[in-house]
């Protein structure tokens, strides 16, 4: 099949390093801006800071920064203020720092647009640049909060064991050059270290990323490369520390061209260089903690015993079906989330993967189920959210068993089929070749991709899929593991054969063919 251009794809980056023309966004202009604009009710100047965030990213500047400002807002408490790192690009701190860390979140509905200046961020660090700096800050004590985005492949976490990937070079060489840390988890090893030194209270560490018991994996991961240091450190940090598991849920695009254009809009032609985009939608439910933080339930996050249940409905019903969206909809030439899920026949698999793979290993009650997915498809087609497939589609190797296979073994364990699983594994192996192709709108960018490149380069259909499900480590240990590869073979080959509609409707359920809304 081959895959069609589309230049949609061409959706401009911001080009920070373009002169300034006009006035950038700054705190002294701060009080000039249209009066439409949402502007923080707090002066800038009078906050501490309280919370460092590693991975300062536009999800983190769409969710973490603007509920801390929300929550700030609401109690008038000055002391969280946000240092935030950046974990590999410049970029996005040289344009903070140019604009006394101020940006612009546009939340677009689709129809209306709400503009909001943030002003939370007291700080922007580039870690590579000051890595030493990183693990100091955690250390400061009025630092009572770490929270992180630093993305799956951040944690070097085994997906199958969930301990610390020693083998992984980044780790291997933290450990070598434990002085100059670069990895998340080497960093804060080394502030805990310094408060530990100090004999001071150590800050809460938060992950806010997309891995089932997030807090869990974050925990096991610091306390593994402590042990590799230092037992008496792993003793203490395993006695001492509190990692809340975490479950976020807001859809963010990174600022692109057109946002900025819309921000210098709404800021009366001010220009700002890192606006992000985002849905108005947002959920943080945080397990509950002892210890100081912002009260961010005035933002509308709920403190749980358990996030348990949370996780694992938005691990499977969202990301999931992100997933299967992304590879289905780029091997169809969508480049983008939404436009894959207004597509009739993907949109009418997506509903059945979740209604029908992905629910009955979930705890929620039918009616929940059903508004859950309806406003899902809803999201998902939001048009102002133009979610690019090859951020959704990255490393698939590491998302696959917690979004996907592991609702898909459960289901193979209690005699369920999986057709829609099964479309979606086919898929995400084809693009190993399709992103090799000129024009493929979806790149593939995985940890994994070297030593798949084997397996991916086996011609026939079903002896790759063997290949692919055989690993372990990115699919664990899947019940009745002939039959499922057999189906992926099939699926497979009927990839390289037919349409991607073609395939997909095959596989509809009746009471879902019809179903394009
Ligand atoms: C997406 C998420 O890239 C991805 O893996 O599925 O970023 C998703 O948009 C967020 O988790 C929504 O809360």
Known sequence: MR??????????????????????????????????????????GSLATGIVHLGCGSFHRAHQA???????????????????????RPDVVTALRAQDNLYTTLLNDGGRVRAEVVGTITEAVHAPSDPIGVARRIADPRVRVVTLTVT????????????LDTGCDRVVRDLRRRARPQTPIGMVVAGLAEVRRRGGI???????????????????????????????????????????????????????????????????????????????????????????????????????????????AKLRLLNGTHMLLAYLGALAGYPTIAQAAADPALAALARQFMLCEQAPTLALSGAELRSTVDELVRRFR?????????????????????????????????????????????????????????????RLIDTRADALAGPAAEADPHRRAELFLAR??????????ERVQREVGDALAELGRDSVPEVVRRRLLPEFEGRTR
Request: hydrophobic letters at 45%; aromatic letters at 6%; proline letters at 8%.
């Open 382 to 442: 939001n048009p102002a959210i133009r979610h690019d497939m090859t951020r959704v589609g990255r490393n698939g190797s590491d998302k696959l068993l917690p979004r996907v296979v592991a609702a898909m073994s459960d289901n193979v364990a209690a005699r369920r089929p999986t057709p829609a699983a099964v479309l979606l594994i086919a898929a995400w192996i084809r693009w190993f070749d399709v992103a090799r192709t000129d024009d493929a709108v979806m």
């Open 202 to 312: 150590p800050p809460v560490l938060i992950s806010c990323d997309n891995l089932s018991a997030n807090g869990h994996q974050l925990r096991s991961a610091v306390i593994d490369f402590a042990a590799l240091t230092d037992d008496r450190l792993a003793d203490w940090i395993a006695r001492n520390v509190r990692f809340p598991c975490s479950v976020v849920d807001r859809i963010v695009q990174p600022g692109t061209a057109a946002d900025a254009a819309v921000a210098r809009n709404w800021l009366g032609g001010i220009d700002d260089r890192t606006p992000v985009s985002a849905e108005p939608f947002l959920t943080w439910t945080i397990e509950d903690f002892d210890g100081e933080r912002p009260h961010w339930e005035a933002a509308g996050a709920q403190f749980v015993g358990d996030v348990t249940d949370h996780e694992l």
């Open 3 to 44: 895959v069609p251009l589309n230049t949609a794809l061409a959706e401009p980056n911001i080009d920070y390093s373009a002169p300034d023309i006009v006035p950038r966004l700054s705190a002294e202009n701060l009080p000039q801006l249209p009066p439409g604009v949402v502007r923080p009710k707090f002066a800038l």
């Open 66 to 88: 603007l509920a801390t400002q929300h929550a700030i807002a609401a109690t008038g408490d000055p002391r969280w203020g946000i240092a935030s790192v950046a974990m590999s």
């Open 472 to 481: 372990t480590d990115i699919f664990g240990a899947v019940p009745d593991l």
């Open 152 to 163: 799956t492949d951040g944690y070097c976490v085994s997906p199958v064991t969930g301990r």
